[in-house]
């Protein structure tokens, strides 16, 4: 296989040979007209969203790979509330014990369902986590330290969508939603018992090491992409082009909902960005930014759908839109604007 | 045992591509380049990085050359399935960063990120409706707004420091009524927007970085420059020096500096701002060791 490698690849290698040529000979000429600057940007956004993110898909992939090894069925099954009320709520405060974001969440979510938690559970911890959380209460409050309701609107939103998903995935869901669902359940039945009978350590070493390598690459393919496409977005679309579109009373929500999508920030740091929108947006749909672009955006999207199934995730996409921005109008018109 | 090279290969790639992380990461933080992309709190987090990535690397080369196809009895690996085109594809995605980031030279934000994310005059620690009717409030950070106006007011020239940069722009616009004809300095880099920017007139910008350049955010003072005086640089650093004034721009008074020193710099060490109340502690504290503690009141009357 390995001697024939290089013939294999002969017929793609030809034409990128001659690709590479006629560049060799164009770059000089199409440097002079075209504007390196933007090339420049794209590269510092990039890699600046990919820098931040890493160390924490890579934290992510290990508690997967440890959760994997050390925590069995059993012990999840006494641990998650029988009560889906209860379940659900406990989801909804467990952000408080793992202020991870999404970019570490979404590999743990995949083990720990694979090790049996209920489907609901899980998307409430997945939607609430990034939000719900000590880190993200005192960045909001920061960015909006004159308008501490909106503080307390975002967590109090952030609960309700993540809650009321909850109940509805509990209700309308009930089949496995992860992909390649019958491999995953398969070695999750005969898995855990094999690990927690195996004493050697050595052993258990190197499958912490195989399981988070593994983790990182599946998840970071998407993690590349989403990064990619967000830089793309902020390098090369003006503010003002995108503030354009959301001028209306309706519009408003549904530009800073798309906006948060398209814009993949950290959920540490999207309230300072939204805070630069008071002068020219509601604070409601501002509460949507800030309360959708942590549950949905370019990047966990993609980060999803390596995970779920794909009927799921626009599923769920779809009750996030809708709950998020009838709660964002509901908050709006009771509470913050008085 | 036929598969075996193919995913002896894909480890080998896997550990190369790890370690073409790690020493990319710890050149980035050796070099100090990688304040270019992420914000102070997160270094320790890409440094502590740097071990597991080594370590990842490390244990896949070592099973790449010793170990049997599984180095541990483990049926639960993902299989590595697709084509090949395919995994070179995905491969080609993870190196994209390593070469883009090794090859090209490393640059900040400047005038084209600035322009696409839309700067902002004055402070981004204020808004409009803050100036407009709230900022009499009790509020903590106003009345360090007020402590800060205060101890800058009895400055001669009034000191930009990088560390506070928006907390001492942002106390000189909220109080800028009596800030009007004070002397201040500062720097930044030159944004000119290339339709609406009068020959004369320019804005002094920098980034404010909470955590990485995803929510860089361009915020800047207007310029006014002497009648006779030869035409900026866009991206350019400068330094300048003069009066401020307040001007009407975007429909709102904002302040602005009527340059009479202006003075090309070299790109500072440290080119974007962040958010840091210890250091502004700081500052008032040694500020007002250095002013005797005595406190003029004429900063917070307004």
């Known amino acids: 296989m390995n001697k024939l490698f290089p013939l294999r690849i002969l017929p793609i290698l030809a034409p990128a040979a001659f690709i590479l040529a006629c560049m060799t000979v164009l770059l000089p000429l199409a440097a002079g007209s075209v504007d390196l600057t933007y090339l420049y940007t794209f590269r510092t956004s990039f890699l600046g969203i990919l820098l931040e993110a890493l160390p924490f898909v890579l934290l992510g992939s290990l508690l997967s790979s440890l959760v994997h090894l050390y925590v069995s069925e059993q012990l999840l099954k006494k641990w998650i509330p029988k009560n889906p009320a209860a379940g659900i709520l406990t989801a909804c405060i467990l952000g408080l014990l793992f202020p991870v974001c999404e970019c570490g969440m979404i590999p743990l979510i995949r083990r720990l369902i694979q090790k049996g938690m209920p489907v609901y559970i899980a998307t409430v911890f997945i939607l609430s986590g990034p939000i719900i959380n000590p880190v993200v209460f005192g960045a909001t409050y920061m960015a909006f330290r004159l308008y501490p309701e909106m503080v307390y609107a975002r967590m109090g939103l952030a609960f309700f969508v993540a809650a009321s998903i909850g109940v509805m995935i509990y209700v309308t869901w009930k089949t496995d939603p992860l992909k390649m669902a019958s491999a995953s359940g398969a070695t999750a039945q005969d898995h855990p018992a094999h690990h927690s009978h195996s004493n050697q350590g050595k052993k258990k070493w190197t499958s912490i090491f195989v399981h988070t390598a593994d983790e990182f690459f599946d998840m970071g393919k998407y993690l590349l992409l989403g990064c990619m496409l967000t830089a793309g977005i902020q390098s090369f679309v003006a503010k003002e082009s995108l503030e354009s579109i959301g001028s209306g009373p309706v519009s408003a929500y549904v530009f800073m909902m798309g906006f948060a999508f398209l814009l993949s920030l950290c959920s540490t740091s999207d309230a300072f960005v939204a805070q630069t929108f008071l002068h020219s947006f509601s604070s409601g749909s501002l509460l949507a930014f800030l309360v959708f672009g942590p549950m949905l955006d370019f990047k966990n999207t993609l980060m999803l759908l390596s995970v779920f199934k794909t009927k799921f995730v626009i599923y769920l996409a779809f009750l996030i839109c809708t709950v998020v921005f009838t709660g964002a109008v509901a908050v709006d018109a009771f509470f913050l604007s008085q | ?217 361009p915020f800047g003072v207007p310029v006014l420059l002497q009648a006779n005086h030869p035409a900026v640089r866009n991206d350019a650093w400068l330094e300048v020096e003069g009066n401020l004034v307040t001007v009407i721009r975007e429909d709102r008074e904002v302040m602005a500096v009527e340059a009479e020193l202006v003075t090309e710099i070299p790109r500072p060490d440290t080119p974007y701002i962040y958010l840091n109340s210890k250091a502004v502690e700081q500052w008032i504290q040694e500020a007002r060791e250095s002013s005797g503690g005595i406190k003029p009141g004429a900063g917070d009357d307004s």
């Open chain 2, 1 to 217: 045992m036929n598969e075996e090279p193919v995913f002896q290969s894909h480890e080998l790639f896997r550990s190369l591509i790890l370690l073409g992380f790690a020493i990319y990461i710890a050149r980035l933080s050796a070099t100090g380049y990688l304040q270019y992309y992420v914000a102070p709190e997160m270094y320790p987090w890409l440094r502590l990085s740097v071990i597991p990535l080594v370590m990842l690397s490390v244990n896949l080369a070592y099973r790449t050359m010793f170990g049997t196809k599984h180095g541990v009895d483990c049926h639960c690996e993902h299989p590595v399935t697709g084509s090949k085109l395919k995994h070179a594809a995905i491969y080609a995605l993870f190196i994209l960063p390593i070469l883009l980031g090794s090859l090209l030279p490393d640059q900040a934000l400047g005038v084209t990120a600035a322009a696409k994310k839309g700067m902002i005059l004055g402070s981004p620690v204020l808004t409009r409706e803050q100036l407009d009717g709230k900022f009499k409030a009790p509020d903590k950070y106003n009345v360090e707004f007020a402590e800060l106006a205060k101890l800058l007011y009895v400055q001669d020239p009034i000191e930009v420091k990088p560390e506070i940069y928006s907390e001492i722009v942002g106390s000189i616009q909220l109080f800028k009524e009596e800030f009007k004809g004070k002397r201040i300095r500062l720097s930044g880099f030159v944004y000119r927007d290339a339709g609406v920017s009068p020959d004369d007139e320019f804005v002094l910008g920098r980034f404010l970085v909470q955590c990485c350049t995803a929510d860089a955010y």
